[in-house]
C-alpha cells in the first residue's frame, strides 16, 4: 500500500473484541467481522485504511518488518518477541491477565523450588520462564508447549507451568494452584520505527484517539 495507506495487525478473539471500541474512537470501523470471515485482509470504512488478521504471536513480526504499520500485541508475547524495530507508545489496558507459575495441588513448590533444584516446566513462554528460574537460582528443563498447558503436570509431563491466569477457572477446572506471580500482562500498542515517521499524520491522531480512550476508561 501507498504512503497514504495504512495496515493495522490484530488478532482475532479477545483482543479485536477489546480493540473494536478504540477503534471505533479513531473513526476506524471494519467492514467485516473476522471470527465469521475467512478472509484475512478485511477493509474498513476507509478506503486507505485495512486490517490484517494474524495470530497473536505473529503481531509483532507483521509490525517490525513493516508488512503492518501497526498493531496490538500482549505484552507477554511482545517480552517473547523481544522489541527490535518496534515502537510500543501505549499500554491500552485491554486483555488484561497476570503471567504465573501454577502445580498440582498438593505440590510442595516451596520445597521444590529451593535455590539450587530442579524443575520440568511446561510453558508457551520459555524466555519468560527461564529468566524468572534464573533469577531465583532454580535449575529449569523447559517442555516448549503451545496451548493447554494446564494439562502438562496433570499426566507427568511438568512440574510446574508458566501461563496466564485472569478469572483462574482454567486452573480451578484442572486442580492447580497459582503458586507465584511473574508479571502483569495487558496489551500494547506497536508501531513500525519507519511508518511511525513516514506516516506520521495518518498514526498520529490514531494513537491520539487510543490514548483518549484509556484515559476515560482509568479515570
Ligand atoms: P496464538 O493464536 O498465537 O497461540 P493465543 O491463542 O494466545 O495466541 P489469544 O488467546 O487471543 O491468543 O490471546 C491473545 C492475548 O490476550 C495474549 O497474548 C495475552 O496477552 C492475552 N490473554 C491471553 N489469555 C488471556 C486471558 N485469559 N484473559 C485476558 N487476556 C488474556
Ligand atoms: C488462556 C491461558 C489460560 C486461560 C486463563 O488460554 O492460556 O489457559 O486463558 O484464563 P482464566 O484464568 O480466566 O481461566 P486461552 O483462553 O487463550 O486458550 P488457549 O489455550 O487457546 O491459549
Known sequence: MSDQSLTIALSKGRIFE????????????????PEKSRKLIIGTNHDNIRLV??????????VQYGAADFGIA?????????????????????AQCRMMVAVRKGFDYAAASQPGSRLRIATKYPDIAAEHFAAKGV?????????????????GLSDAIVDLVSTGNTLKAN???????????????????????????LIEPIIRAFAGVVQAEGA
Not at 74 to 94: A, F, M, R, S, T
Not at 139 to 155: F, N, Q, R, T
Request: avoid cysteine; charge should be negative.
Open 18 to 33: 477489546e480493540t473494536l471500541p478504540l477503534l471505533a474512537a479513531a473513526g476506524i470501523v471494519p467492514a467485516e467481522e
Open 53 to 62: 488478521i494474524v495470530r497473536a504471536t505473529d503481531v509483532p513480526t507483521y
Open 74 to 94: 500482549g505484552k507477554d508475547v511482545l517480552i517473547e518477541h523481544g522489541g527490535d524495530g518496534l515502537y510500543q507508545p501505549l499500554d491500552l489496558q485491554i
Open 139 to 155: 535449575h529449569v528443563d523447559i517442555i516448549k508447549l503451545y496451548g493447554s498447558m494446564e494439562l502438562a503436570p496433570l499426566v
Open 175 to 201: 486442580d492447580l494452584e497459582a503458586v507465584e506471580h511473574i508479571v502483569d500482562i495487558s496489551s500494547r500498542l506497536v508501531v513500525n520505527k519507519a511508518a511511525l515517521k513516514t506516516k506520521h499524520a
